[in-house]
């Protein structure tokens, strides 16, 4: 069964202390690994697809690496507004081929203190 | 910026009333989705929607929900007769297909409605 495990459920950070969070899958075949930051209240906003072991992407504060297990996403000197629940999400292929659901993991809710 | 558009934000309705749940999705998009949120859970799926037909619909998605494209622009979840447990946020997200299809382009949501049933 496809699932998706990402840790820590929540991680506390003061202002400017770095840290990684965790995505684990077991996917027959991957066809991306995408993380999403989701505000209370709000709809998961894209962030980074990744689509095969080794490959990175980065965006202001924010880098995602991808393993054949796992992804991280690493935050380098984070600051308050990017306190959020990320997620990280796998889609099912479905018999036809398409893009069938995501599968999500239950997220890390990082707080970053000032 | 092109983005997935839902209305209402809140609603609140009574037990066994029908709710219609209303999305935009990003204009050119062909694939769309409906998920759900139930407070400090997962986000699961619903059903999967392209060329005026399901795709996929997950165990959740029985016999009290629907969903339609009516026109070129709105795509519509109906719940028939609303219970408790469907209290949760409600997101839709869309998929420009590429060259190769859908697999592996981004799914954009929308920013979710809130549905509470008393």
């Known amino acids: 069964e496809d699932q998706v495990t990402q840790s820590p459920e929540a991680l506390r950070l003061q202002e400017g202390e770095s840290s990684s969070l965790n995505c684990s899958y077991t996917?027959?075949?991957?066809?991306?690994l995408f993380w999403y930051r989701q505000d209370p209240g709000k709809g998961p906003e894209f962030l980074f697809t990744?689509?095969?072991a080794g490959e990175e992407k980065e965006k202001e504060r924010l880098k995602a690496t991808l393993t054949k297990k796992e992804s991280f996403l690493h935050i380098t000197a984070p600051k308050p507004e990017d306190s959020a629940t990320y997620l990280c999400?796998?889609?099912?292929?479905?018999?036809?081929?398409?893009?069938?659901?995501?599968?999500f993991g239950k997220g890390t809710k990082l707080s970053v203190k000032p | 910026e092109p983005e997935v558009t839902q209305t209402p934000s809140h609603q609140v309705t009574q037990m066994g009333q029908e709710v219609i749940l209303r999305c935009v999705p990003i204009?050119?998009?062909?694939?769309f989705y409906w998920y759900r949120q139930i407070l400090g859970q997962k986000v699961e799926f619903l059903v999967s929607f392209y060329n005026n037909e399901i795709s996929e619909k997950s165990e959740i998605f029985d016999d009290q929900f629907s969903v339609e494209r009516p026109d070129g622009s709105n795509f519509t979840l109906k719940i028939r007769s609303t219970k408790l447990e469907d209290s949760a946020m409600y997101f839709c997200?869309?998929?420009?297909?590429?060259?190769?299809?859908?697999?592996?382009?981004?799914?954009?949501f929308g920013p979710g409605t809130r549905l509470l049933v008393l």
């Open positions: 997200a869309s998929i420009l297909a590429g060259t190769s299809g859908s697999l592996g382009e981004t799914q954009y």
């Open positions: 990744l689509y095969s």
């Open positions: 999400a796998v889609p099912v292929v479905n018999y036809g081929g398409s893009q069938g659901n995501l599968i």
């Open positions: 204009s050119n998009h062909l694939y």
């Open positions: 996917v027959s075949g991957l066809r991306g």
